[in-house]
């Protein structure tokens, strides 16, 4: 029993020690970003030339940012690794809100260091202002948040995004920085909501309020969802929904939350063939019609307003990247071509790649396809099976079929593991693959 309580102690002592550095950091962390949002907005205002002008061009500045982001997230692994067989009592979910405030306000505070977030409300001003953004480039109009775009094409983001963009604009009006701020209240709150989802579904789960509170404060999640407001994070409420609807055998539903996703962004549209074939596995055939009528009767709408040519649908195919890598399997196959101590011309360099491209990305299609197939496969395939599998058929997408790859794409990855922690093998290689993502 002393020995216990010894345990007890200095188990308290260290995350009293965590809590004291992550909040340190986190507040150093806001700082730093909102130095770098001044010093960003003020040159802005004195640019005539309406270019885009870069920021932390300063290699000093990436590292040091970079520096603090990385040890949170060394001191949230720490913090999980001590709390892992911690027996924490039954709470609400309010107070689990409550307890972890001070980080979701620092994060909501800190300025994005990402430019998306200006794209997504330079979006919105394209629409209030009657001209479509799945048409037109953002080059083609000028508004307040133009010297900040990186990139000038049509929007790869869907209609209900827009709808967000739209919303977020309004506020422009008063001043840039409010409506960036509208849209990361509202990606707050879609955090908040994740969360609650989560805690909800795993109500009868010993370890639900662990797995909430991982959720809830990760600093990853927190800096790609909440801080750079990435329209992720509606990605994730997208997916957790949809694996609640499987699980309640709500198979309407799913396909219409599935439906929703791609008009958030494109990324949901792999998942639909797996529903459906999980559908004529299970042979619900009039489910699985009436979901085809309303896929049709949504691609309809869809056609009669925000994308009602083949270009506009095109675009939610992100064409502006093109043959750009970054951060992908692809990047590294052409960073290790170019090496200088293997000497291969530009042209051979090129060769290799063409021949490399291929095989890389038929990984994914064959992996995609075996997991297509995998229903018939095993006698007793559940809607958790399913839920796992839409998980791992993303998770082999960022990493085999996604040339132009950004970090923050593989936290949505999370809310399946938080669904699905006894998926082991799930679980440690989305976390694996999320971690190495977050410190790229």
């Not at 913090?79 to 001070?102: A, E, G, Q, V, Y």
């Not at 509202?186 to 639900?208: A, D, G, M």
């Not at 709500?250 to 962004?265: M, P, R, V």
């Not at 396809?369 to 960022?398: A, Q, R």
């Amino acid at each position: 029993m002393i020995m216990l309580n010894v345990n007890n102690y200095s188990n308290q002592k260290k995350n009293q020690i965590l809590l004291g550095l992550a909040i340190i950091l986190s507040l150093i962390l806001c700082v730093e970003l909102a130095i770098r949002a001044s010093h960003f907005h003020l040159e802005a205002l004195a640019n005539t030339t309406g270019r885009y002008l870069p920021d932390f061009s300063k290699t000093i500045d990436k590292i040091r940012v970079g520096i603090e982001y990385r040890c949170l997230i060394i001191i949230y692994i720490l913090w999980l690794i001590i709390n892992k067989k911690r027996d924490i009592r039954d709470i609400s979910f309010i107070k689990i809100l409550k307890n972890s405030s001070l980080f979701l306000l620092i994060a909501f505070i800190s300025y994005p260091i990402t430019t998306d977030i200006n794209l997504y409300v330079h979006y919105g001003l394209m629409d209030l202002n009657g001209i479509n953004p799945f048409i037109n480039a953002a080059s083609t109009f000028t508004s307040k948040l133009s010297p900040f775009l990186i990139w000038k094409q049509t929007s790869t983001y869907g209609p209900i995004s827009q709808l967000f963009f739209m919303f977020s604009a309004i506020f422009v009006a008063i001043t840039p920085i409010l409506g960036i701020y509208i849209f990361k209240l509202i990606c707050l709150l879609f955090h908040i909501l994740n969360s609650y989802l989560i805690w909800q579904q795993l109500k009868i789960s010993p370890h639900k309020i662990k797995i909430t509170i991982a959720y809830l404060i990760n600093p990853y999640l927190l800096y790609s969802q909440v801080t750079n407001a990435h329209i992720d994070v509606l990605i994730s409420t997208v997916l957790i929904i949809l694996i609640i609807c499987l699980k309640n055998h709500n198979y309407i539903a799913t396909i219409i939350t599935a439906w929703i996703g791609f008009l958030i962004k494109t990324l949901p549209i792999i998942w639909l063939p797996l529903i459906f074939v999980y559908l004529i596995k299970q042979q619900h055939w009039r489910i699985l019609f009436s979901g085809i009528r309303i896929s049709l009767g949504i691609i309809f709408v869809t056609c009669i307003t925000a994308l009602p040519t083949a270009d506009a649908w095109k675009s939610l195919l992100n064409p502006g990247v093109g043959e750009i890598v970054g951060d992908s399997l692809y990047a590294l196959v052409k960073s290790l071509l170019n090496l200088k101590i293997l000497n291969f011309s530009l042209s051979l360099q090129h060769t290799l790649y063409s021949i490399f491209k291929p095989i890389i990305f038929s990984i994914f299609v064959v992996s995609y396809l075996i997991i297509l197939v995998k229903p018939y496969w095993k006698k007793n395939y559940s809607e958790t099976n399913l839920s796992i599998h839409l998980g791992w058929v993303t998770l082999i997408l960022f990493m085999f079929a996604a040339p132009w790859y950004c970090s923050w794409y593989s936290s949505v990855l999370l809310a399946v593991v938080a669904l699905n922690i006894y998926s082991k093998r799930f679980a440690i290689t989305s976390i694996a693959f999320c971690i190495i993502s977050s410190i790229a």
